[in-house]
């Protein structure tokens, strides 16, 4: 059975940093690309970055463009997110994804306030 | 990166067929076979079932079907449900590695 665990969302304030874990198994974690999508409170789903299954290509949506890393262990089959100078625009569910979107973790709540 | 053009809310009664459109450009939606939709429960993740435009994914019932024309793709529920009133949203590949969502839309069964 496939499974995505996030995990490392908490309170944040604005300006400080955050780093999200992604614990994969029950698929060939290493042959996937993976991503993050969030989704604020009562808002819609926004794709936020993409690694390719070996790491070497990174993408990120222009919204955290120059704030985030997105990175993975594959000897570990897990996937990571972090992002300095957080913005309260920033709070939000953050689910990681696979194979193109076929698997879906339970997501983990992220909230930047003061 | 704008948003996929979804409308906000779809409704219909047991039984009957609604379709729902995904409007983008030509460098995401029309450019591009990798439309996908996904179905999602308050408070849970999102559920992928249609990908590479019409496409089921295994074990989604043949009521969904998605297809595209130019710039819109659209998802149609035939023979509506109570289970099927959920959020839905579209994806689409926008080239160099970018993929952009929906703005979801709220699918009421009457």
């Known amino acids: 059975e496939v499974q995505l665990l996030e995990s490392g969302g908490d309170l944040v304030q604005p300006g400080g940093s955050l780093r999200l874990s992604c614990a994969a198994s029950?698929?060939?974690?290493?042959?996937?690309?993976m991503s993050w999508v969030r989704q604020a409170p009562g808002k819609g789903l926004e794709w936020v970055a993409i690694?390719?299954?070996?790491?070497?290509?990174?993408q990120y949506a222009d919204s955290v463009k120059g704030r985030a890393t997105i990175s993975r262990d594959n000897s570990a089959n897990t996937l990571f997110l972090q992002m300095h100078t957080v913005r309260v625009e920033d709070t939000a569910v953050y689910f990681c994804?696979?194979?193109?979107?076929?698997?879906w973790g339970q997501g983990t709540l992220v909230t930047v306030s003061s | 990166q704008s948003a996929l053009t979804q409308p906000p809310s779809a409704s219909g009664s047991p039984g009957q067929s609604v379709t729902i459109s995904c409007t983008g450009t030509s460098s995401d939606v029309g450019g591009h076979n990798f439309v996908s939709w996904y179905q999602q429960y308050p408070g849970k993740a999102p559920k992928l079932m249609i990908y590479?435009?019409?496409k089921r994914l295994s074990g989604v019932p043949d009521r969904f079907s998605g297809s595209k024309s130019g710039n819109t793709a659209s998802l149609t529920v035939s023979g509506l449900r109570a289970e099927d009133e959920a959020d839905y949203y579209c994806?689409?590949?926008?080239?160099?590695?970018?993929?952009?969502f929906g703005t979801g839309t709220k699918v009421t069964v009457l």
């Open positions: 994806s689409s590949y926008a080239g160099n590695n970018n993929y952009v």
């Open positions: 029950g698929f060939t974690f290493s042959n996937n690309a």
């Open positions: 590479e435009v019409n």
């Open positions: 994804a696979g194979e193109s979107f076929h698997y």
């Open positions: 690694i390719s299954a070996s790491g070497g290509i990174t």
